[in-house]
Structures are given as C-alpha cells and as structure tokens.
C-alpha cells in the first residue's frame, strides 16, 4: 500500500482528466451530514462480510479503476492506516487528511480538495455498501455531464456524490446554510444541473447505506445475493448458496483464507470417497452427505474470496485442481465399493471386475475433461476460436463443467441403495461428455495466428 501526505505533484496536474480516477473518502461524518450526526453504533471499523467498512470502501474504488483516494479522518486514522498497511491487496495511493484540519462540514475544506483533484471527483462516505457497477455508472456519467451528480437509493439520498472541481470551489457563499456537499447538490438540482442515479435492491448497480446493525446485515446479505452467478445449477441457487452464505459468515468470522476454505471442501470429500468405498449400504449414506456438505463448503471458498477482494488466479487453479481430485476419488471409491458389496473376486458375478471398469473408466473420463478444460482457457487466451458461437459453446461449458447439481442426485442413488446406477451412469455420461468437449476444441475451431 501507498501512503502519501503531500499534495499532488505537479505531472499528476497535467494528466488524463477524463473519467473518475480520484476518490474522497468521508470517514468522520457522513458526505450529508455534520461532524457528529451519524451514530447509530455504526463506523469505518464496522465488518459488513468480513472487511471494515473503510476497507471495503478503498477496494472497492481499486477495484473500479479510482486511482487515487483522498481520507478525511478522524481520530480512527491510526487504525485505519494499520489496516490499509496489513493488508496487501491494497495498492491505490493514498492521501490522508485529518478532519482537525479538513472538517467536511466546513466549505473550505472542499475549496481546499478542489486544487488538489483532477476532473470529476467522487465523494462516498464510508458507510456504504455498493456495487461496483455503480462506479460504472457515475464514471460514464461523470464524462458526458459537467454538472453535481448524487445517487438516490429508494428515493432517498446516500453517502455518494460525484462533483466537479467548479463546484466545489463554490463553496465559500454557502458558508452557514448546512453541510457544504449537501447543499450544493441541493442547489445544482434546484438549477437543474443535476444528474440523479436511482438504485434499487434489484438493479446491478445497488448500494446501501449502513446505518445501524439491521442495515449492516441486509448489506451483507446483499453482498452474498450478488455473488450468485447466471449459470448456476437449480441445486446452487436454491440449496447448496442459502447452506454456504450461512458457513461462508463462519468462516469470515474465524478469517479462513478463500485457499483454507478449498482445503477444507477436499478433505470432505476424501472422507466422503472413503466411506463410499466400504460398500455398505449406511456407508453410502454417509458417503453422499458428507458429498453434499463438500459441494456447500466448495461455494464457500469462491464466496470468500470475493467478498474479501482476495481472488487470485492460483486460487482459481487449486479450487479447480481439487475439485477434480474430489470427482476422481468419488468414482473410485464408488467403483471400489461396488466391488466390495458384491463380494470381490470372490463374486458369483458372471463379471466381478465390472465395477472397477466403470470406475476405472469415469476416472478416465475426469482426466480427459480435465486437460481438454485447461487446453480450452489457454486457446482462449493465446489465440481465440474461428467463430463467435464457437466461444460461446466454449464458454457455456466452462461455466457449468464444475456444476455441483449431481451431488443430490448421487445422494438419491444412495437412498435407495442404487449406487451402481450412479457408476453406470457416470462412467457413460462422463466420457460423452469429454467426447463432446474434444470435438467441439478441434483444431478446426481454433482461430488461425
């Protein structure tokens, strides 16, 4: 993380203007209110999903491309350097104005900031929760208008506001009539010099202001409704995301890292595996449970990572790498178990090894997709497919190969102790599937250098 207390350098003066790189974070009072108005038990260190409000604020406007943020704080401002200085995922610059100094309720203080930003500036107050869709949204507005823009959330206005330098150096005759920012949008939408962005719970560029503790928790369930991704299964969105959002909290609580959570969903599944491969009938009930526990705890680790800012590619590599050894011991231990309940090579079966085969061949099937996966990301990267409807067939498979929905069915083939179903079953489906995936990443359907 980048710490700086001088002003702006000179070369910065002279850089690009458009868009909205600068941010001014409002940590003592809110962007609408005087020094003191907001209590309610709520501040920068309150944990909405398992970040500080503040924390989440700065990696949200890193993540939105803001370039540099600009703190007014108060007496949090130790604290509040000592978590932007922990936490290495923090890389914008960072100025930091103490509110002694740089009240936000006087007009001075903007007077003040507007010499030191470029372009259009956004205002946020550190109790808001928001997508980062927003920052979108007001950076393209901040491009094609000149005037005040404020966001309005179910009619009410929040803790965000995009102002042009112009404005805020316009500050000095409001002297006395209220908190300065409101005032001035106040005024621009009087004039009609302002651009009003309404948000709902619906859209895809929400936001909420965190006022008390129930705010904070619908906040945060509004963090986890906005992780759910468009190609999920029936059995993600409507099981197995209600069962993680709850663990996934567990875990924030005891800071897992996104990686330990990946570990963890593992290890449930190699117990799973064990237990299916003693072949009894209340062992694969065990089996499949502990498969759908790994199945919940496996969206934990993506929920994590996400709402902590801490997705990595490694992390995406290791979450598909043990998934995959999940799947693989799954089928061998399924396959063994068949095995074992039908006596072994002891068997009267007319084929006693058939069980290892369709094991053996769904294991098979799981490597093959596997490696045929990893060969489609980096065509898709390097080179890129002939037709655009051939990368969208690439890209509908990607997204749903890791689809988790047969774990229910596997604990229904259990219940009523037909787990050899399921092996027949995988064991075709499973090398149709690579089959298919091959034909479709031909070399004829790669785009040519």
């Given amino acids: 993380m980048q710490a700086m207390d001088q002003t702006l350098p000179q070369e910065r003066k002279t850089a690009n203007t458009q868009g909205l790189n600068t941010a001014i974070v409002v940590v003592a009072a809110g962007v609408f209110s005087r020094l003191g108005e907001i209590t309610n038990g709520v501040g920068p260190l309150t944990v909405v999903g398992g970040l500080p409000l503040f924390v989440r604020t700065v990696l949200m406007l890193q993540r939105a491309g803001v370039q540099e943020i600009v703190v007014l704080a108060g007496p949090e401002e130790p604290e509040l350097k000592r978590l932007l200085r922990d936490n290495p995922r923090v890389t914008v610059a960072v100025r930091w104005r103490p509110v002694r100094e740089f009240p936000p309720d006087d007009h001075r203080t903007w007077e003040t900031l507007a010499h030191e930003v470029v372009g259009a500036c956004l205002v946020v107050g550190t109790q808001m ?68 962005v309404e948000t709902t719970s619906q859209s895809t560029y929400w936001c909420l202001h965190v006022r008390d503790a129930a705010s904070a928790r619908a906040a945060e369930g509004m963090l986890f409704r906005a992780l759910r991704g468009q190609y999920e299964g029936f059995v993600d969105t409507y099981f197995n995301r209600v069962i993680s959002a709850l663990l996934s909290r567990v875990f924030l609580a005891l800071r897992f890292p996104p990686n330990a959570v990946t570990m963890v969903a593992t290890a449930i599944g190699v117990f799973a595996a064990v237990a299916f491969a003693k072949g009894t009938y209340a062992a694969g009930i065990v089996g499949a449970l502990l498969f759908q526990l ?29 998934d995959n050894v999940v799947h693989i011991a799954i089928f061998a231990g399924i396959g063994w178990g068949a095995f074992v309940a039908q006596g072994g090579w002891q068997s009267t079966a007319s084929r006693p090894w058939l069980p290892l085969a369709l094991g053996g061949a769904a294991v098979f ?14 065509i898709g990267k390097r080179r890129g497919w002939s037709h655009p409807e051939q990368a969208a067939r690439v890209e509908f498979i990607l997204k749903n190969m ?16 037909k787990l050899s179903w399921f092996l027949w079953m995988t064991a075709i489906g499973s090398n149709v599937f690579w089959i298919m995936l091959a034909w479709i990443t031909r070399p004829s359907a790669i785009a040519r250098a």
């Avoid at 705890?297 to 902590?308: M, Q």
């Avoid at 099937?365 to 980096?378: D, F, P, Q, S």
């Avoid at 890791?402 to 102790?417: E, K, N, Q, T, Y």
């Fill in 402 to 417: 890791a689809s988790r929905d047969f774990s229910v069915i596997l604990l229904l083939f259990a219940a009523i102790g």
């Fill in 294 to 322: 790994a199945a919940i705890v496996d969206c934990c680790d993506g929920e994590v990572a996400r709402l902590t800012f801490a997705e990595s590619s490694f992390g995406e590599q290791l979450d598909i790498m043990t």
């Fill in 365 to 378: 099937a799981n490597v093959m997709a596997l490696w045929l996966v990893a060969r489609a990301k980096v």
């Fill in 129 to 196: 929760v928001l997508a980062r869709q927003l920052i979108d949204v007001l950076r393209r507005e901040a491009e094609a208008e000149q005037g005040a823009l404020t966001v309005v959330c179910d009619g009410r206005a929040t803790e965000i506001a995009v102002l042009p330098p112009a404005l805020m150096r316009v500050t000095s005759p409001i002297k006395g009539e209220g908190p300065p920012v409101r005032v001035l949008l106040g005024r621009a939408q009087a004039a009609g010099r302002a651009t009003v």
